[in-house]
């Protein structure tokens, strides 16, 4: 009962996660409307990520039926269970993913975090903007938002960072070039 459970797990989860990235919104990365732009992680790299998890998830229940055929010497529910975490793993971090987003209007921004409430940031109430991290696929690092002397929001360099500056018109704020 315990293979035939973890076995549908493998296949289940990326296949609900193949609808739901077929059947949900465009997220297209830069959707630019009358009074806003949103900004979000590109389709490409979440559809591919689900299609890591099919993949993963189908030859996680082959390699199974290999070990449970004694093909190899490995318990079969081990690497299921392998398999599994990887797809759950996965899973969650696609859900966290097709969350994030940043939405800029003429004098503030919504940044929805991968997890937690959406932060509303004025402009003109930012103090500075600070690079931090590694640099992502789009040729940028991350960018920190600073308000009232702490952290308000970081704008992860897998969007199109350089738009989401130009919308804030605030390149007072960033710090100079070494």
């Known amino acids: 009962m315990t293979d035939v459970l973890l076995a549908l797990i493998a296949l289940l989860i990326p296949a609900v996660a193949l609808v739901l990235e077929h059947l949900g919104d465009v997220r297209i990365s830069e959707r630019h409307h ?11 790299f979440t559809r591919a990520l689900v299609f ?10 082959l390699m199974g039926l290999l070990c449970k055929g004694e093909v190899f010497s490995t318990e079969y529910i081990v690497v299921l269970g392998f398999f599994d975490g990887f797809v759950l793993t ?15 209007f003429s004098d503030c921004m919504v940044v929805t975090p991968f997890f937690g409430q959406k932060v509303w940031i004025a402009y003109a109430e ?4 600070e690079w931090s991290g590694l640099r992502m696929g789009t040729g940028f690092r991350s960018l920190d938002v600073w308000i009232g002397g702490s952290r308000a929001a970081r704008l992860y360099g897998i969007v ?6 130009m919308a804030m018109d605030r390149f007072d704020l960033l710090p100079p070039n070494p």
């Not at 890591?52 to 229940?61: E, P, Q």
């Not at 930012?126 to 903007?129: G, K, T």
């Not at 199109?160 to 500056?165: F, T």
């Open 126 to 129: 930012i103090e500075r903007l």
């Open 34 to 44: 009358s009074h806003h732009d949103t900004y979000s992680i590109p389709a490409s």
């Open 160 to 165: 199109d960072i350089e738009q989401i500056i």
């Open 52 to 61: 890591s998890m099919a993949f993963m998830g189908v030859l996680g229940v």
């Open 90 to 104: 996965s899973f969650a971090l696609w859900l966290m993913l097709c969350r994030y987003k940043v939405s800029t």
